[in-house]
């Protein structure tokens, strides 16, 4: 009885132990910010998308993991007005590009973290695109704001790992300056939220 005791007793403290040196802390929607930036010949676009849902965990103040989900029906662009901005925002929803109506979320799950100093970090992830996964490398950032965990990446995505075909040089010949290039960028700022305990 004293030994089964002892155990749960042992139990009880890892357990605890677990939870003040492991975290997820969760991102908050509406502070967070994703931005996107795609060139073609001559000129580029911009605009936002929405985060939809976020976490990321740490371990002894350090990260080692995290997801993000992105609402692609958010799709918004800023630099143009009135008709020309309706039409590129439909035009990028639409199948020619991310088909948000078949496909209305975009994910990241990391899956290695490289400490490279005090809050920086090299970071492997997939990236699920048009219901297609690949693997992803970039650097990030966090520090501390007011009590608030700030994440911040940017990340270059090729939309060819994920067919999205328009005005793709590697899908379609003599395009000429009607080419769309196929990196384009994403500024992502994540602003954490509530913290619990890991389980």
């Given at each position: 009885?004293?030994?089964?005791?002892?155990?749960?007793a042992?139990?009880?403290?890892?357990?605890?132990?677990?939870?003040?040196?492991?975290?997820?802390?969760?991102?908050?929607?509406?502070?967070?910010?994703?931005k996107?930036?795609g060139?073609?010949?001559?000129?580029?676009?911009?605009g936002?998308?929405?985060?939809?849902?976020?976490?990321?965990?740490?371990?002894?103040?350090?990260?080692?993991?995290?997801?993000?989900?992105i609402?692609?029906?958010?799709?918004?662009?800023?630099d143009?007005?009135?008709?020309?901005?309706?039409?590129?925002e439909?035009?990028?929803?639409?199948?020619?590009?991310?088909?948000?109506?078949?496909?209305?979320?975009a994910?990241?799950d990391?899956?290695?973290?490289?400490?490279q100093?005090?809050?920086k970090?090299?970071?492997?992830?997939?990236?699920?695109?048009k219901?297609?996964?690949?693997a992803?490398?970039?650097?990030?950032?966090?520090?501390?704001d007011?009590?608030?965990?700030?994440?911040?990446?940017d990340?270059?995505?090729?939309?060819?790992?994920?067919?999205?075909?328009?005005?793709?040089?590697?899908?379609?010949?003599?395009?000429?300056?009607?080419?769309?290039?196929?990196?384009?960028?994403?500024?992502?700022?994540?602003?954490?939220?509530?913290?619990?305990g890991?389980?």
């Amino acid at each position: 009885m004293k030994k089964i005791s002892f155990l749960l007793a042992f139990a009880m403290v890892a357990f605890a132990f677990s939870s003040i040196a492991q975290n997820t802390v969760t991102v908050d929607n509406a502070k967070s910010t994703i931005k996107w930036e795609g060139a073609k010949v001559g000129g580029s676009h911009n605009g936002t998308i929405n985060l939809k849902s976020g976490s990321l965990s740490f371990e002894n103040n350090s990260l080692v993991g995290g997801s993000f989900e992105i609402d692609m029906n958010t799709i918004t662009n800023t630099d143009l007005e009135g008709e020309y901005k309706g039409k590129l925002e439909g035009h990028l929803k639409s199948d020619d590009f991310f088909g948000v109506a078949t496909y209305p979320t975009a994910k990241l799950d990391i899956t290695k973290v490289t400490p490279q100093g005090p809050g920086k970090y090299k970071v492997e992830a997939n990236i699920t695109i048009k219901g297609k996964t690949e693997a992803i490398k970039f650097n990030t950032t966090v520090s501390e704001d007011s009590g608030s965990l700030i994440a911040s990446a940017d990340i270059t995505v090729d939309r060819s790992d994920f067919d999205v075909k328009y005005g793709s040089g590697s899908f379609f010949d003599n395009l000429g300056d009607k080419v769309i290039y196929d990196d384009f960028d994403l500024n992502v700022t994540l602003v954490a939220g509530s913290v619990t305990g890991d389980e």
